[in-house]
């Protein structure tokens, strides 16, 4: 038999080796779905219906993705396209789903959740509590209840009890703990525990039910006692709540997210709910929210234009300076000029801040010696506002440099020779030469720096943290804040956390830098073209 014969009579009888390879696939494919259900039953189990149906179709997807032999391609665009779903578009869809409702720090549960902690809620009958204390039994625990110090009744004891808690957190699982008098003539206990050592086993202690032989259930009432606990609220057939002690109904308001009584009186906590616009129409229509967030956008449009502006004058000038073959030392100037992008910009934000301290700073020591004055750059808005286009130009100035070095360098010489010919002196050649030929190529750069600098969070946190504020707001907003600087102190520092609105300027702002992305994307297209 030829070579050839044998290659194909192995071909046609695959062996063992051939046939393990597919079997593998099929038990890791097989143990892989199994997972997955595992997972969407425990979600749908945990009341998430929706994000089992999402882990269900995104592994379906994965599974029929690698395990089929068709879409062999599609494997290596697949984990880039679920990464961008996954950290770009879900947290963005979810951000404006955020924008459209009431999430607050006082709206933070769903409706079942907050009406079950509201349920969950009870009184400890302090009249008739009872004194417990701890005592070894061995490897085991025996509480001992009694009467407080100078109180008439029989004490209790309970069976031997094991304290250390189950990963649910339950030190017990099943009925209460039967408790059972304490009779005169039984042994001596074990000496009670300190009170340091009882707080080791409060979180066990605290989760047990202690029944009594009259039947009545006791409940931890503080680290010395155990007591009746009597419910708060009582459920009413129409998802109402009355509040036992006094027999006020509250019922759910699902326009403002809380229950409420017949007398406007409000429960906490509220409940998440739909607003719809009224986060945006409150941007727009709230006086008292209009009148900083308009000043803090266009404010923060200055910010960003007058810095790309600043950087771009101070950049292109040394750039121009530095390509003059007759400037020596042009080396030493380019390194020198370099180092504020060199060191990492929080640093140099901080030492500007101590730089410019009024009583302190080396910038106010030297303005008093030369003119008597000492300027109070973050209590003064026009001040601070100046400040932090300073530090933001000093910031900014190397990247524009290095940009405008570069393009320099694709100018040809022979224009300039031509130029000089004509007798055209440096500032013609700058206006009628340089400036156009790297003005095209700059701009969609400049249009980057501009999005960059509308979300520079880091600088307005670091430098001023906003300051100094606006008098007589609804929510805190300073005079230098940015727009997502303000939206970071509406949804983390402010005493409500209003995470709606925030989440509805961040929408704004999304809308704004996608505007801004398109138009660079554009003027990058059309240079293309006309290039070509």
């Known amino acids: 038999m030829t070579s050839a014969q044998d290659d194909f009579g192995a071909r046609a009888r695959p062996g063992k080796a051939g046939s393990a390879a597919p079997a593998r696939k099929y038990v890791l494919l097989g143990t892989a779905a199994l997972v997955l259900l595992w997972l969407v039953l425990r979600l749908h189990a945990a009341g998430e219906p929706l994000w089992a149906v999402l882990a269900l179709a995104a592994g379906a997807a994965t599974l029929y993705v690698f395990g089929s032999a068709r879409t062999l391609a599609a494997r290596y665009l697949y984990p880039g396209v679920v990464g961008m779903l996954l950290f770009v578009a879900l947290p963005l869809l979810y951000t404006v789903q955020i924008g459209f409702t009431n999430y607050s720090a006082t709206n ?146 699902r326009e403002t997210g809380f229950f409420e009584s017949a007398d406007g009186l409000r429960l906490q906590p509220g409940f998440k709910v739909g607003v719809g616009w009224r986060n945006y129409s409150r941007m727009l229509f709230d006086a008292d929210l209009r009148g900083p967030f308009v000043s803090i956008f266009i404010w923060t449009v200055l910010f960003a234009g007058l810095t790309v502006l600043f950087s771009t004058v101070l950049g292109m000038t040394l750039a121009v300076l530095l390509n003059w073959e007759a400037l020596r030392g042009r080396t030493v100037y380019r390194t020198l000029l370099f180092l504020p992008y ?64 570069g393009l320099l360098k694709a100018i040809p010489a022979d224009l300039y020779e031509a130029s000089a010919i004509a007798g055209a002196g440096p500032m013609t050649n700058f206006l009628r030469i340089t400036a156009p030929l790297i003005a095209r190529p700059l701009t969609p750069l400049l249009i980057s720096a501009f999005a960059f600098n509308f ?67 554009r003027l990058t297209r059309a240079q293309a073209d006309n290039r070509s």
Request: proline content about 8%; overall charge neutral; some cysteine.
């Open 108 to 253: 933070l549960l769903t409706e079942k959740r907050a009406r079950a902690y509201l349920l969950d809620q009870a009184t400890i009958d302090e009249e008739h509590a009872l004194a417990f204390s701890l005592h070894a039994d061995g490897a085991r625990w025996r509480i001992r209840l009694a009467p407080a110090e100078g109180g008439a009744g029989a004490a209790f004891i309970s069976p031997p009890l094991d304290l250390v808690a189950t990963p649910d957190g339950a030190p017990m699982a099943g009925t209460p703990v039967a408790l059972a008098p304490l009779p005169a003539d039984a042994p001596p206990l074990a000496p009670a525990l300190g009170l340091r050592d009882k707080l080791r086993h409060r979180d066990a202690v605290m989760r047990l039910k202690l029944a009594l032989p009259d039947g009545r259930l006791l409940s931890y009432a503080g680290v010395h006692e155990f007591g009746t606990a009597e419910p708060a609220w009582l459920p009413g057939p129409d998802g109402a709540l009355t509040h036992k002690p006094s027999g006020t109904i509250y019922r759910a308001n």
């Open 342 to 405: 060199a060191v990492p910009g929080f640093i140099s934000i901080l030492v500007f801040k101590g730089l410019f301290n009024q009583n302190f700073g080396e910038i106010n020591a030297i303005l008093n010696a030369l003119f008597g004055i000492r300027p109070a750059w973050f209590a003064d808005p026009l001040l601070a506002k100046v400040m932090i286009l300073i530090v933001n130009t000093w910031l900014g100035y190397p990247y524009i440099m290095l940009l405008c070095s």
């Open 455 to 521: 979300n520079n969070f880091v600088l307005i946190s670091l430098l001023t943290d906003g300051r100094p504020d606006f008098l007589n707001t609804k929510l805190p907003a300073g005079t230098t804040d940015i727009l997502v600087s303000y939206t970071y102190r509406i949804a983390f520092t402010d005493a409500g956390a209003n995470f709606g609105l925030a989440a509805a300027i961040s929408t704004l702002i999304f809308v704004i830098v996608a505007l801004m992305s398109v138009i660079n994307l």
